[in-house]
């Protein structure tokens, strides 16, 4: 602390904005980080097999504001492991139930744009993820078809709650890398 103030005061050559201003930021870049620290997490089975499978968010350093990426882990039955995918959402996600053969479908939504976004279903299974997309434009200036169609998936009956959780570890990254690294 002490070499903060003397730096801010233009001591060693630093200058009031040099040193002091670095110092400021870079104390308020930590304590922003761990302050806001938080997760949205879920459980549901999403391949049919009776366990419960989990959705958790990633780092929030990486949401802007259309959203942001989440871990599907799908639960592995002892014989077969867990596996898990990354998907991207605004933190709404809607579950079309399975039955008589259908499979449970997981939809999200990755706003582009006040109107625009991407329209994602994703069906899970042990053997991989199968995803299908298309743009739709629910959003103020956007189209009634495109409301009609959020409105019809994204409803009371079929949204899925995600806890918020804080503090809050994100998974791993799927991938085996780092998050935001590639």
């Known amino acids: 602390m002490q070499r903060m103030a003397s730096d801010a005061a233009g001591a060693n050559g630093g200058g009031p904005h040099k040193n002091?201003?670095?110092?400021l930021?870079?104390?308020?870049?930590?304590?922003?980080?761990?302050a806001d620290e938080f997760g949205l997490v879920g459980e549901i089975d999403l391949n049919n097999d009776g366990l419960l499978d989990r959705i958790e968010s990633g780092p929030r350093a990486l949401f802007g504001q259309g959203g942001g990426p989440f871990v599907v882990t799908i639960t592995g039955n002892g014989v077969v492991p867990d596996k898990s995918y990354v998907v991207s959402g605004n933190g709404r996600f809607a579950v079309e139930r399975g039955g008589a053969g259908r499979p449970v479908r997981l939809w999200a939504?990755?706003?582009?744009?006040?109107?625009d976004g991407v329209l994602a279903s994703y069906v899970?299974?042990?053997d991989g993820m199968e995803q299908q997309s298309i743009t739709i434009?629910?959003?103020?200036?956007g189209?009634?078809?495109g409301r009609a169609i959020y409105r019809s998936i994204f409803n009371a009956d079929t949204l899925l709650n995600l806890k918020r959780i804080?503090?809050?570890t994100p998974p791993p990254d799927p991938a085996g890398g780092k998050w935001g690294a590639g």
Do not use: E, I, K, N
């Open 109 to 115: 939504y990755w706003r582009m744009s006040c109107c």
């Open 20 to 23: 002091g201003l670095l110092y």
């Open 143 to 145: 189209t009634a078809v």
């Open 137 to 141: 434009s629910p959003g103020d200036g």
């Open 124 to 126: 899970f299974s042990h």
């Open 166 to 168: 804080s503090p809050y």
């Open 25 to 34: 930021l870079l104390f308020c870049a930590v304590t922003y980080t761990h």
